[in-house]
Structures are given as C-alpha cells and as structure tokens.
C-alpha cells in the first residue's frame, strides 16, 4: 500500500510564495508522474501542474509563469512553488501520483488528503 502525505499550506497575502510538499511512503519501486490538482470553493477540481519520471512538466494556463513543480526522487517527494500568488489560487490543493510498488502493482491514481492554500487580498 502506498500513501501521499502534503505539507506547506496556509494563508499569504496576494504577491506572496507558498511552497508545498507532498512525500510518497510505503512499498514503493518507482513513480512515475506526480501532480498538484486544486479544487476552490463550488468548482471542479483543475490540474494545476505535473511531472514526468523524465522531468517534462505542463501547467495550467493559470499558473504558468508563476507556478514551478519539481521533483526528488530519492526522497519520493514532489513540490509546488507558488509565487506570486493570487485570491484566485485559493482551494485545497491535491497531490497526484503514479506509482509502482515492489509486488508488479501499478497505483495509478494515489491521492493525497489536500492542503488549504488560502490567498488574501
């Protein structure tokens, strides 16, 4: 079983940062992507970035420019750096991932429990 666990959000005023975690643990082989969703209050659930085992990453049209995703692989973990952060970022933000444990097992949709991002004007 595999799980994802996010850290780093919280409140900051518009034009501020936030950087967020998400740490994969359990028995895990390899992962293949990993990805940061959000979901505001009263709207779907949106892609907000990604990233390949190969480091290809893509980007909401929202956030491209301000938003970076990366990725560290020995620590199974990957995170979101937020800059430049808007009112309209605010929403629980999600970790995505991709993973293949040491049974040949494929998880293709792990989820992480959300993590508030909350953006003051």
């Known amino acids: 079983q595999v799980q994802l666990v996010e850290s780093g959000g919280g409140l900051v005023q518009a034009g501020g940062s936030l950087r967020l975690s998400c740490a994969a643990s359990?028995?895990?082989?390899?992962?293949?992507?990993m990805g940061w969703y959000r979901q505001a209050p009263g709207k779907q659930r949106e892609l907000v970035a990604v990233i390949t085992s190969g480091d290809s990453t893509n980007y909401a049209d929202s956030v491209k420019g301000r938003f970076t995703v990366s990725r560290d692989n020995a620590k199974s973990t990957v995170y979101l750096q937020m800059n430049s952060l808007k009112p309209d970022d605010t929403a629980v933000y999600y970790c995505?991932?991709?993973?293949?444990?040491?049974?040949?097992?494929?998880?293709?949709?792990?989820w992480g429990q959300g993590t508030l991002v909350t953006v003051s004007s």
């Open positions: 359990g028995s895990i082989f390899s992962i293949n992507a």
């Open positions: 995505n991932a991709d993973i293949n444990d040491y049974d040949g097992y494929r998880y293709f949709e792990v």
